[in-house]
């Protein structure tokens, strides 16, 4: 039942104008930026470290368009499946410098790591096999649903254009086959790692990192290049490419990622609002052990 009623939500959300569903995210997320109060601290909180040169009122302003993004990611996810091929072929364009790595990746480069942060239309990556034709294997790990009908469902949808889903439960062993093989895996790097992350500062403030896309460049000695998603418009994006230049192993990986992630994020209010800072990144730093 539960699954029937995202479908019809998302099904509603493709056929509608799309400046009717922007006008929906900027209300929901007003709502959540009001309602939510324990995660409206998280954000503020987040963003008055980050950036403590910065007033109150810009705290603000980036949180609220923050969780607008949150809510248009949310809807895009839900939408997506519904939409035809030329559809899709519309929301994703690749400008040359990133063109030029693709060609790269095509022609010499038939295996490595990628590295994607949680950015409003990173969701849109999984349309690179149809956008971009020819590349090696796509694939990426992820963190699987607990109901697992709507999580094969998320999975079937998201595979439809040949990019692969790698349980993270285990799909370090996968993962390891498929760049043997010739292929890409990608790693969401840029959340909270829990007690068995590694301890590194990100905007100076230590956070908790994964360090699995470092293990495998390591273990694979393979080329890592980081994917950006960044929206231009209303369920619009931009795919971003970027090579990583640091030694190939998880410390060095680790805080070169963390350190283009922020490079990003510090390019303008509109990079800053992309990122999801309402997940509490900084948990870690609240204990003392």
């Not at 569903?21 to 997320?29: N, Q, S």
């Not at 368009?65 to 091929?85: H, K, Q, V, Y």
């Not at 790595?101 to 095509?106: C, D, R, S």
Request: include cysteine; charge should be positive; proline fraction near 6%.
């Amino acid at each position: 039942m539960f699954l029937l009623i995202l479908k019809s939500v998302g099904w509603i959300l493709a056929i509608v104008p799309e400046s009717f569903v922007h006008v929906i995210c900027a209300i929901l997320g007003d709502l959540l930026y009001i309602l939510a109060i324990r995660r409206k601290k998280t954000m503020l909180g987040n963003l008055h470290h980050a950036y403590p040169e910065r007033s109150h009122s810009w705290h603000r302003k980036i949180a609220r368009e923050s969780c607008r993004r949150l809510i248009e990611m949310g809807t895009f996810a839900l939408a997506s499946p519904w939409f035809n091929e030329k559809r899709v072929r519309e929301i994703l364009s690749i400008p040359e410098p990133s063109l030029q790595i693709l060609n790269q990746l095509k022609s010499s480069l038939p295996s490595g790591i990628g590295f994607i942060p949680h950015l409003t239309m990173t969701e849109s990556l999984i349309t690179i096999p149809l956008i971009f034709p020819g590349l090696p294997p796509q694939s990426a790990i992820f963190r699987p649903l607990g109901n697992k009908t709507l999580d094969a469902w998320i999975k079937k949808t998201r595979e439809r254009f040949g990019f692969k889903l790698l349980s993270r439960k285990k799909g370090f062993n996968q993962a390891l086959s498929l760049i043997r093989n010739g292929g890409w895996v990608s790693v969401l790097f840029d959340q909270n790692a829990g007690p068995s992350g590694a301890l590194i500062t990100v905007f100076k403030r230590i956070a908790s990192a994964t360090t699995l896309p470092g293990l495998i460049a390591k273990k694979m000695q393979v080329p890592m290049v980081i994917f950006y998603a960044h929206r231009k418009a209303f369920w619009r994006a931009d795919f971003i490419a970027e090579s990583l230049d640091c030694k190939m192993d998880p410390v060095h990986v680790t805080l070169e990622a963390n350190a283009k992630l922020e490079k990003y994020l510090n390019q303008s209010d509109d990079t800053c609002a992309e990122w999801l800072w309402i997940h509490d990144r900084w948990k870690n730093s609240g204990y003392p052990k």
